[in-house]
């Protein structure tokens, strides 16, 4: 499993759910689809989303080493 990060490429809106599909190896897609319909669940979906957009740091760029 690698780390769990807001990557660079295949982010949509912050990128929390590209990191989580990575982190469990999943595919993006599904991860977003798992994120929208757990939307029309009763709780603080969006609330967490917003945090972890905050808290999660973005993924190291592997061409910015000079």
């Known amino acids: 499993m690698s780390a769990l990060a807001r990557p660079r490429d295949g982010r949509w ?3 929390v759910c590209a990191g989580l599909a990575r982190r469990f190896g ?3 897609n599904t991860m977003r689809a ?3 319909v757990s939307c ?3 709780g603080p979906q969006f609330l967490v989303y917003l ?3 905050l ?3 973005n ?3 592997a ?3 000079w």
């Open 34 to 36: 798992i994120f929208v």
């Open 26 to 28: 999943m595919s993006a």
């Open 51 to 53: 945090a972890l957009w």
């Open 13 to 15: 809106i912050g990128g």
């Open 40 to 42: 029309l669940l009763p």
């Open 59 to 61: 993924e190291k760029s």
């Open 55 to 57: 808290l999660l740091p």
């Open 63 to 65: 061409s910015a080493a």
